[in-house]
């Protein structure tokens, strides 16, 4: 039997490549983003709750979507930080009080956030509010590890990398890649194929043991 999933900002690079991934493994996919059969604003709650009820059931959560607001500490005003939480924490809560009951009855699920290796690595002053959401995703897939894993349901993050996408590559100066390629200890610059294979393992059987964590696809440069 096919499992289902959703792919919140599954219209992106590295949201794309998941879809693609996970699509290509057996999965129906459903993406939630801005335009599509699913289309929400991420940054309504309300929004969030709605398309939720009307997506049913599914085997798998991967939330994929993130704001990018910047702001150092000294610019930073509410507006700019609650977007940014909205997105990027708030809606992959909604979706997994939503989603978490029916994987639980089936005995069965697998959430996924996608964070950041900016998380551990000295990230620019100006990333702050969103490198504070991705921290909380690793604190909220840990703190969710032991209550869902009672039914089964495994929850954990992926770290990318500074990865090619159209939206890195028109936001980012090329000197950018360069260095993150030099940090690495792998010297080539990541694609989103590079994420999304790490999810379809995540999202698998192979992985039923493995919860709570959170697996970089960074190249190595935690390490280098």
């Given amino acids: 039997m096919r499992r289902t999933a959703v792919v919140t900002g599954g219209a992106g690079g590295i949201g ?20 599509g059969e699913f289309a929400v604003d991420l940054a309504d709650s309300e929004a969030v709750h709605e398309v939720a009820g009307r997506l ?7 939330h994929a979507a993130a704001a990018f607001d910047r702001a150092a500490l000294e610019q930073l005003d509410l507006p700019t930080w609650r977007h940014v939480q909205s997105v990027n924490v708030e809606s992959a809560l909604w979706l997994c009080q939503a989603l978490a009951p029916a994987m639980s009855e089936r005995g069965f699920g697998r959430i996924i956030f996608i964070t ?4 551990w690595r000295p990230p620019a002053a100006d990333f702050l509010p969103y490198v504070a959401s991705k921290a909380t995703l690793v604190g909220i897939a840990r703190s ?3 209550p869902l894993g009672e039914s089964g349901i495994t929850v954990n993050c992926v770290a990318p990398g500074l990865t090619r996408t159209p939206f890195t590559e028109a936001d980012l100066p090329r000197e ?8 690495q200890a792998l010297p080539r610059s990541l694609v ?14 192979a992985a039923a043991a493995i919860t709570g964590q959170t697996l970089c696809a960074d190249g190595g440069s ?3």
């Fill in 192 to 205: 989103p194929d590079d994420v999304a294979g790490l999810v379809a393992f995540l999202a698998s059987d």
């Fill in 144 to 146: 969710l590890a032991k």
């Fill in 116 to 119: 950041s290796n900016t998380v």
């Fill in 16 to 35: 794309g490549a998941i879809v693609r991934e996970l699509s290509g493994t057996g999965h129906d996919v459903a993406i939630l983003d801005r335009e």
């Fill in 176 to 183: 950018a890649f360069d260095e993150a390629r030099a940090r």
């Fill in 222 to 224: 935690v390490f280098a």
């Fill in 56 to 62: 049913g059931p599914r085997d798998v959560l991967v």
